[in-house]
Structures are given as structure tokens and as C-alpha cells.
């Protein structure tokens, strides 16, 4: 018995054999070796088109050396290579790389035939190798950065502190069936994504979420070029499956999100005024996942922001801008100013609820010329502050020009021949200078081209740095527009205008400055019944200065007026009063939620929640 129980304890205490003690380190001659295997590794793909180049001067060269029959031999056996090369590419990449493949295996029997027939002597080589070397930059312009070392990249695994974003990782011993279906119809041999893997499956309530891992070299913008075969293996309509980047991850790694059916063919309604001060945002759209994307208004510390909406008719974009309108009319840090490029049917039901209003191209240029005005004016805030941006105030509230149809606005009129180029040249400068300012532009417009918008590539890029909401487009090109180098889950003109029901998608599309995910406005009714908050607008005398070349004549003299009537500053409603209307409405039976004060008093939501805080 004492020999059995002592047995185990000497086996754990003798130390273990030390196999290889006498074995000599490395030779420098081994040492070189491992690491040029390392560097082959890394950079075969930069290497593959110079070895296609050795490959097609030395099948040329072969076949420019023997005569006869025995021609044939190396010049087959290199139009085979270039072959095969590009029935590979054929049947693993996508169009233009099969196109791209084509055009190299083309010049590579070209060169080789061209050899065996005239030699390689003279400048022969050095058409190859130059020739070569030029339609190989595509190729080394996608390859730029060398595989990643995998011993290097082990080793820093290790040693990366525990709260380093990681995706998760499902159990090995239960994989989920959508995994496994994936696994089979997507990440196998010679499929879509090739090598890539599902897990951390989660369902909710609209369908269900999952992490994609691709192999090393892979980025995650492949998933949404596979996005239609993905659709066809889990058996799903068009429009059902988004790819995001997880913040902070790999970029092999994306978050998955599909559709087993569409929440976003149900209307949800604006309920009432969500601007947070704090942020300056309000809520605007609402995904296909249940999240809310907000509208931005100011950067807190840091601006003003501008926005561009585009969309064709009857996708909503006239209902995106309602919301804007009546989340900024309904703060009193905010004025809505408007110039309606449609001769004022784009937004009739606005033009005499706000301050400022144009319906033709004269009264545009009074309105940005009071902007402008104002901008001026504001220079000594920012240098009273010491530099900075304006953050929007009661007394300071950020102008918001929104302008509609803007394309009628700053285009040339081809048909009467006038020019709009003053109107382009002062959007212009308030898109540039009007951030630190507190003045924001929002532009909409169908087509958001250089061309729509007067030629102004300026005006096109500043817009895009702020809030940018696509809509359904009929043409290709336009979703490209407005991108900034991110691809899109779908394009905008695949979009559909009908939801199966036979209802119209309106609002429906997305916002690409937030989640490149499926989203729909939120529908406000009737926005005439939302009262506007009574913000004074500021005048500005005839003297101060307009910084804007070429307005030059009788349209600068002009005083600065609304579309009709002469411009009367309404008057501020003071706390008192504010206070006595919602206790008015209080006693009168009306609700004591924000928005239903508002209504009943007409007051914006700062002077509601002062009144209801002294009231209690």
C-alpha cells in the first residue's frame, strides 16, 4: 500500500527530462532562412506580380530559343499559366477583378507570343518589365499593407491588457444552426467569404445579430459586397441584412444584423419635441434594428452643424424637413429661417410661421444677406470669449437657414440665362465661416451633385462633414454622392417606393453619419398644430458690413425684409408671462406633460420647464 501511494509523488516531484539540453542553438544559416520564410510570407502578395513577370520572360525567352514543333512546349505551357490564372480570378472574384485579371493574362500571352515570334532582344524586356510594372499598381495600390505577422500578432494577444475590446467568442460545443449554415454556404472553400466564421448569435425581437470573423487580410467591407448572398442563403427578401463595424475591434471582425422581418413598414409618430440642449440633437429616424438616430444641430463647444437631405419626390424628404423645422420653431435657442426653391409649394405651410421666408431668388439674396449680416455682427462674441464657437442661446440662438429645392436656387437658369452665382458664392461662405457663428445651412435637394448644387464642390463637402440623411433615389450614382468612402449596406436607388402592403416607404433610407443601418423618419402629422417659440430676430442696421464680393447695385440697398411685409421683430415673452399661461392652462384641465403645455400655451419647451419649475 506505502508503495503504491509513494509512487505517484516521486513521479511529480522527479524532475522532468531535459530532452534537447545539448542541442546547439540556431546556426546564423538557419536564422536566415526562418526569416526569409517570415518575409515570404508577408509580402507574397507584393511579390505575386513580379513573379508573373519572371514567369512571362522566362516562357517568352524559352520559346524565342527553340525552333520547330518544340516551340510550342513553353509557349503552351505559359498561355497555360496565363489561363489558369484567370479562370481562377474568374470563378473566386468579383467583376472588376475578373475584368482586371483578364486584361493581365491577355497582356501576358500577348508578350509571350510576340517573344517566340520577333525574340527578346532589344527593347523587348524592358517593355515587359515596364508594361508589367504599370498594371501591376492597381494590384500593389489594394495590397499596400503587408499580411500581418501571425507569430508577432499571437505574441501581442498575450500580452494585451484584458479590457482590449475583444468580439466574443460562442461555445465550441453548441454551435447555433445560422452558424453552421454559414459555415457550409459562406465561409467554405470557394464560397462568398471563404475562411470567415459566425458566432455570439443573438436573437431579438425583429430577427437576429451575430459576429462575422474574417481570415487574416480580409477587411470587414467584404461582408456587405456578399450582402446578396447572404440574403440567398438564409432565404431573406432584399433589404434584410446590415454589416457594421464593432467600435474598437478588429477590422476583420463585423456585427451582423438580419431581418427576419421589417419593423420599419409600421409608421412611427413624432410624439413631441426632443432637442437636448445638452447635445444638440433631437431624435429624426428610427432603424430596423429599434434604435433612434439623431439630427444634429450644434456640436456643444464646438459649432454649428450644417445638413444635407436629398431625395426624389415622394420619399419624404419634404416630412424630414417638418421635423427640423418644428424641433428648431419649438426651441428658444433656435431660429428657423427658410428659402423655398419652389417658387414656395415645397414648404407652403411654413412660410408665414417663421421669422424669415423666400420664395423667389431676390428675397433669398435679402434673407442671406441678413445672414451674413448677422455672422458679421457676431465676430466681436467670438472675440470677446477668445475665440472659440457661439454654443446657442436664448440671447445668441443659432440661425438655421433651411433651403429646399436648393438645386432651382443655385443652378443656372439655362432657359432665361441668369446667373445665381452671388446666391452660391454667400451659401458658400455661410457653409465655411457660419459654423463658429451659431448659423447652420440645410440644404435639400433631389440629385446632391456638384452640377444640382451650382457647381460648388465646396458647398457639397462642407454639407457632408455635418448630418446626412439619403433617401430614396432613382438614380445609380447618387448614393456615392454623399458617402464619404464607407460602402453602403444597399444603394439608395434600390430602395423600394412601396412596402409589400402596397404602402409608400416615405422617410425611409439612411443616416450616414451615424449607423450604416436601414432607418425611417419619424412621421409628425400636422406640423402647423405644433406652436413656434417667439425668439426675437435680431435687426441689423444698413450700416454694418456685408463680406460678400460682387453684390454690388439696388438689391444691396435693400432693407432686409420677409418675403412679404415689412420685418417685424416679434416680442419675448418674459418668465412671468410664461408662468401665468401654464398656470392658465393648468387650471383649464390641460396636461402637465412638456408637450401638451406647449400646445395649450404656445410657449417653446425652456419656457415650459422654467414655469412648471416655479409653479412647484
Not at 245 to 261: C, D, E, F, H, K
Amino acid at each position: 500500500m506505502a508503495g503504491r501511494d509513494t509512487q505517484p509523488i516521486q513521479q511529480q516531484t522527479d524532475p522532468p527530462e531535459a530532452d534537447g539540453a545539448d542541442t546547439l542553438p540556431p546556426s546564423p544559416w538557419e536564422l536566415t532562412r526562418a526569416e526569409a520564410r517570415r518575409l515570404r510570407r508577408r509580402y507574397r502578395r507584393q511579390g505575386l506580380p513580379l513573379a508573373a513577370i519572371g514567369g512571362t520572360h522566362a516562357a517568352g525567352a524559352a520559346a524565342a530559343v527553340v525552333s520547330g514543333g518544340a516551340v510550342l512546349l513553353p509557349l503552351g505551357a505559359g498561355l497555360g499559366a496565363a489561363a489558369g490564372a484567370y479562370a481562377y480570378a474568374h470563378h473566386h472574384a468579383t467583376r472588376w477583378n475578373r475584368v482586371y485579371a483578364a486584361v493581365a493574362a491577355a497582356s501576358s500571352a500577348g508578350w509571350q507570343t510576340t517573344a517566340a515570334l520577333a525574340g527578346v532582344d532589344g527593347i523587348m524586356p524592358g517593355l515587359l518589365w515596364l508594361g508589367g510594372a504599370a498594371l501591376a499598381i492597381p494590384w500593389w495600390a489594394r495590397h499596400a499593407e503587408p499580411d500581418p505577422d501571425v507569430a508577432a500578432e499571437l505574441d501581442d494577444l498575450a500580452a494585451r491588457p484584458p479590457e482590449f475590446p475583444q468580439p466574443p467568442r460562442a461555445p465550441e460545443s453548441a454551435p447555433d444552426p445560422r452558424a453552421v449554415t454559414w459555415g457550409r454556404h459562406l465561409g467554405a472553400k470557394g464560397k462568398a467569404l471563404a475562411g470567415s466564421r459566425l458566432f455570439d448569435v443573438d436573437e431579438f425581437r425583429y430577427g437576429w445579430k451575430a459576429t462575422v470573423e474574417l481570415p487574416i487580410g480580409q477587411h470587414w467591407h467584404e461582408v456587405i459586397a456578399a450582402h446578396k448572398a447572404v440574403l440567398s442563403v438564409y432565404g431573406l427578401p432584399d433589404g434584410r441584412v446590415f454589416t457594421e463595424a464593432i467600435p474598437g475591434a478588429s477590422v476583420r471582425t463585423a456585427r451582423l444584423t438580419v431581418l427576419t422581418s421589417d419593423p420599419l413598414e409600421k409608421i412611427t409618430r413624432w410624439t413631441g419635441p426632443g432637442l437636448d440642449p445638452a447635445r444638440g440633437t433631437f431624435p429624426l429616424m428610427t432603424t430596423a434594428d429599434g434604435e433612434l438616430l439623431r439630427f444634429r444641430f450644434w456640436w456643444p463647444g464646438d459649432g454649428a452643424a450644417h445638413a444635407l437631405v436629398s431625395g426624389v419626390n415622394g420619399s419624404g424628404k419634404t416630412k424630414v424637413l417638418d421635423l427640423v423645422l418644428t424641433e428648431a420653431g419649438a426651441s428658444d435657442r433656435i431660429v428657423p429661417l427658410i428659402i423655398d426653391g419652389g417658387d414656395g409649394a415645397s414648404l407652403p405651410q411654413w412660410t408665414d410661421r417663421v421669422p424669415l421666408a423666400a420664395e423667389t431668388p431676390g428675397d433669398a439674396r435679402k434673407l442671406l444677406r441678413y445672414a451674413l449680416k448677422r455672422m458679421d455682427a457676431r465676430r466681436a462674441v467670438i472675440k470677446r470669449q477668445g475665440g472659440g464657437s457661439i454654443d446657442p442661446t436664448p440671447d445668441t440662438p443659432l440661425l438655421v437657414i433651411v433651403i429646399d429645392e436648393a438645386h432651382r436656387l443655385l443652378m443656372d437658369d439655362e432657359v432665361e440665362g441668369t446667373s445665381n452665382q452671388d446666391l452660391r458664392r454667400m451659401v458658400e461662405k455661410l457653409s465655411q465661416e457660419g459654423r463658429k457663428f451659431a448659423i447652420s445651412v440645410v440644404l435639400a435637394t433631389q440629385v446632391p451633385s456638384a452640377k444640382q448644387l451650382g457647381g460648388s464642390t465646396v458647398l457639397r463637402d462642407q454639407l457632408k462633414g455635418g448630418t446626412i440623411v439619403g433617401l430614396r433615389v432613382t438614380e445609380s450614382t447618387t448614393g456615392n454622392m454623399i458617402t464619404s468612402g464607407a460602402p453602403m449596406p444597399e444603394p439608395l436607388h434600390h430602395l423600394p417606393a412601396e412596402f409589400p402592403d402596397g404602402s409608400p416607404t416615405k422617410g425611409l433610407g439612411y443616416m450616414l453619419t451615424a449607423r450604416m443601418i436601414r432607418a425611417r423618419s419619424l412621421l409628425l402629422d400636422h406640423p402647423a398644430a405644433w406652436p413656434l417659440t417667439a425668439t426675437p430676430l435680431q435687426p441689423v442696421g444698413d450700416g454694418e458690413p456685408v463680406n460678400v464680393p460682387e453684390l454690388t447695385g439696388e438689391d444691396e440697398a435693400d432693407p432686409i425684409a420677409p418675403a412679404s411685409g415689412d420685418l417685424q421683430p416679434v416680442a419675448a415673452i418674459d418668465d412671468g408671462e410664461a408662468a401665468r399661461r401654464v398656470k392658465q392652462a393648468l387650471d383649464e384641465g390641460a396636461a402637465t406633460d412638456t408637450a401638451a403645455l406647449m400646445r395649450a400655451t404656445g410657449l417653446s419647451m425652456g419656457q415650459v420647464r422654467r414655469a412648471l419649475a416655479t409653479h412647484n
